[in-house]
């Protein structure tokens, strides 16, 4: 599976991904890229998640309470089964500007991600970072939010920037945070980020679709509610770059791969099916 690298994607990319854009990525480990994309690939997308979100997987999951008014749906890992989601990232500049932004020769998928919030979803994503809950290690990852719907700067995502630099910080579940992952006091435990937001550089940005956001998975962020109008679906893909190497946990990771360890050791590259190769080689 191979992202098609056609003038146009080349030219949107070159335009967008400049060397200045390079830098602030490095610098504060995230950035948004306006109008990366274009109507028929959101259209793409929205058809995805629509397919997606009418046959969810056994890992989806309502990351909302009961009582929410609204609701948080999720669910990882359907790139093999939803045909838009596998065009969406073949036909589209997303795997480019990642290698861009990593400055890695190569570009493999780690996994898609969706994320639903309906209108009145009071729920918020909580301030954390994605690399803790996963089983890989390595500076040359790359996440990219790609909202399908507009969404107002209250309810985007955000960034405490040059996070990204360090250290790691204790993952814990959203619901009741418990630290499912790590033991209890072998990380630093996150800062309260909402008690004091003046006392750190807070990046966010009002989002039109077209607009990606990529953000390295160290970066600490976090998104309010969504009070509407409309819903706010959003397509997460994650890429690793080539430095990244296989870190099998004692726990079961978000997302995981059951089985994997058998099939590729502690330290090596990701050089499985489950991963594909999207740019270089």
Same mark, same amino acid.
């Given at each position: ?148 719907? +507009? ?6 995502? $955000?960034?405490? #920037? =040059? ?5 790691? @910080?204790? /993952? ?82 978000? +997302? ?6 058998? $099939?590729?050791? #502690? =330290? ?5 099916? @489950?991963? /594909? ?5």
């Amino acid at each position: 599976m191979r992202a098609e690298l056609t003038s146009d994607i080349e030219r949107r990319v070159r335009e967008r991904v400049t060397p200045d854009v390079v830098d602030a990525f490095a610098l504060d480990g995230a950035v948004c890229l306006r109008q990366l994309l274009n109507a028929d690939e959101i259209a793409l997308l929205r058809e995805g998640i629509e397919a997606n979100l009418a046959a969810p997987s056994p890992r989806a999951k309502i990351a909302s309470r009961p009582d929410d008014p609204g609701r948080f749906f999720e669910d990882f890992c359907n790139w093999q089964s939803i045909t838009p989601f596998q065009r969406f990232l073949c036909e589209t500049p997303v795997a480019l500007a990642a290698q861009q932004l990593m400055q890695s020769p190569s570009v493999r998928l780690y996994h898609d991600h969706v994320l639903v919030k309906e209108p009145g979803t009071r729920q918020r994503t909580p301030w954390h970072q994605d690399q803790p809950y996963y089983n890989i290690e390595g500076r040359q990852n790359i996440s990219m939010w790609i909202p399908v719907d +507009p969404v107002p700067r209250a309810s985007t995502l $955000e960034f405490v #920037a =040059g996070s990204h630099l360090g250290p790691w @910080l204790m /993952p814990r579940s959203f619901m009741d945070q418990q630290a499912r992952w790590f033991p209890e006091g072998s990380l630093q435990n996150l800062p309260d980020i909402e008690a004091d937001r003046a006392a750190h550089s807070i990046l966010g940005w009002e989002i039109t679709p077209g607009d990606v956001v990529c953000f390295h998975m160290l970066a600490l962020h976090g998104a309010g509610g969504f009070q509407g109008p409309g819903r706010r679906r959003v397509f997460s893909v994650r890429m690793l770059g080539e430095d990244v190497r296989h870190a099998p946990r004692d726990w079961a990771t978000s +997302p995981d791969f059951p089985g994997l360890p058998n $099939e590729l050791p #502690a =330290g090596a590259p990701m050089a499985h099916a @489950l991963f /594909p190769l999207l740019v270089g080689g």
